[in-house]
């Protein structure tokens, strides 16, 4: 039997009999989704809906739902056609169906609401027909549509839109994002290579930078040429940060980088390479016009800056040629440091070209250096002292305690030598500490004799030297007023204030304290004024020009009535001859010492010295009781006299 399909409600409207779709191949749902993968393949009315506005997405979810909805209506209209035909072939005049056999069909097909009527369903219901053996309609077959596929769709695609809206949102931002994050990395490597170039505080080229332009200009120098490199060291710049705190100082440096631009010569670079540290390079100069342009850039430093307050900067210098002291940037560098440290040591704003001594005398500073430390390390230094005699009757008043090292291979080596070595290479505290324990442990024998120890500049910056002095007196016990530190007036000129914050405690302890080599460096009435000094130590040069011109004298004469009016004792130290001492003693000095005394001698010899002295005086004294009473009377009138 022939069944065909009827109404525009049905599922296919081609015309095509339901036996044929009966007899077709079958196809699985994915196959049939395949089938229709492509626009074209579809109706002209679904096409026609994709052009109605729908977006890609929402117009492909709906064609897959509704093809996958059409198979399966499609899977039923065909197990129907089969089961009617099972039907038929069993009862061929089938005219009626009754409703126990449509639940039968129902179940077969699959289909919802099975129902069988002589007229056409004028619901929205499906049908088809049922033809007899003659090919007649003798009623229809209707049911309930389902187009599970359609409906989810129906539900999806608002939640697919928004899932798709964000996505296309987050999208969008991770692309503005991207392009922000590209901007700022393309920003991010221009600082970088403007850090790796430029120095952020001064301006000025950085270290690299500076450095691969002098290797530069090392390479294309000709045979002919010289160039000048120069390293630059403010002086004291601690102290600005002392003052006026980091900030400040960094303040300080971006002003000195605008000043050390606007300041260069043509041909010249200058950059910074450290904290307080420049470099200066200058194209084909000789080195008279390279320590020019140096000097210049001196000058121009050393006028005030004016950072909430006045601040006053020197800078030193070390100057090389190329290629005379070198064709590398090793060589350069290495001797410009020489020749800055030379600089350093001889006073602020100095300006040092480098010369072949300066490598030997970096060597051996080095060699000491080593040895210093190792004779500390193995007790190799000695204490020798220096009587100081009262200028009034010649009797020992106290010592002067002096270093002695006896080097192993280089004998007798000078304080003036290894002392300046301690202090560069930051060995002094010991050395100091070392010198004033043994001093202190020596006079101990001598209880009628105070001792004088010498105290480096060095000594003082370090606030721990005045629990070091502190701790030593309560270990042994020594007097305090038996103990007087002498210092130079260079300890002065540093940082006077916590200079004499540091003399203030110092005396709080009780110990005396003596201004070494008055006159001789940077005398400041106003520092004698306000610093707790005891005695004032006249220096050697003044005692040597008593031989040589009457103003010798009048010099000493003046220190002599400036400390006795400030209520210091004066000593005066170098004397050699007769002639010197009966000036002195007249001029008014307290105290003497010198070779005319005595020379620097072992703690042993000291021992001697003073058990002679003893021994003398108690001769002395038993001649004096065996004379007459008349003669006493005479000799003591003679000794008054004298």
Known sequence: MLYAQAGARTAGATGESTRGQACGPRRTIAESVAAVVTPTSLPPCRRGERTAGRSEVDWAARVLARQADDFLEAEHRQALAGAVEA???????????????????????????????????????????MLDAKGRIVGWFSWEAERPATAMMNRLLPLAASIAAGLIGFAALAMWQLGRLGFQLARSEQHAQKLESQDTLTGLPSHNHFFEVLDRALARRQADETLAFAV???????EVNDALGYAGGDEVLGEMGKRL?????????????????FALLIDDVDQDEALAAAEALGKSLARP??????????????????????????????????????????????????????EAEFHERRFLKREVAR?????????????????????MRGVEALLRWDHAARGFVPPSVFV?????????DELGEFALRRAISDAARWSDLY???????????????????????????FEPSRLVLEMTESMLIDNPVETTARLKELRALGVRLALD???????????????????????????????????????????????????????????????????????????????????????????RLLEHARSSLRVAQKQIKSLPARGGSTLRSASAAS
């Open 375 to 395: 004779a500390l390390a193995t007790n190799a230094f000695d204490l020798h002292y220096q009587p100081i005699v009262s200028a009034e009757g010649g009797l």
């Open 451 to 477: 001792v004088s120890v010498n105290v480096s500049p060095v000594q003082m910056r370090n606030r721990a030297f005045i629990d070091v002095v502190s701790s030593i007196l309560n270990e042994t016990g």
């Open 87 to 129: 039907l038929q072939a069993v009862s061929p005049d089938l005219a009626q169906v009754e409703p126990k056999l449509i639940r039968v069909l129902e179940r077969a097909s699959g289909l919802k609401e099975l129902r069988f009527e002589t007229e056409p369903a004028g619901s929205a219901r499906q049908v088809q027909s």
């Open 232 to 238: 630059l060291d403010l002086d004291g710049f601690d």
């Open 517 to 607: 080599d008055f006159g001789s460096g940077y005398s400041s009435l106003s520092y004698l004024q306000k610093l707790p000094f005891d005695k004032l130590k006249i220096d050697r040069s003044f005692v040597w020009a008593l031989d040589q011109s009457a103003n010798g004298g009048v010099i000493v004469q003046a220190i002599v009535a400036l400390g006795r009016a400030l209520g210091m004792a004066v000593v005066v130290e170098g004397v050699e001859t007769e002639e010197q001492r009966v000036l002195l003693r007249l001029a008014g000095c307290n105290e003497m010492q010198g070779y005319l005394f005595a020379k620097p001698a072992p703690r042993d010899a000291i021992d």
């Open 261 to 277: 631009a606007h300041s260069l010569c043509a041909g010249a670079t200058i950059g910074r390479l450290g904290s307080d540290e």
């Open 305 to 358: 800056f004016w950072i909430n307050q006045v601040v006053q900067v020197s800078v030193s210098m070390g100057v090389t040629m190329a290629p005379r002291d070198g064709t590398t940037r090793d060589e350069l560098t290495r001797r410009a440091d020489l020749a800055l440290r030379t600089a350093k040591r001889r006073r602020r704003g100095s300006i040092v070209a480098f010369r072949g001594e300066m």
């Open 420 to 428: 300046p070595v301690a202090e560069q290479g930051g060995l002094i």
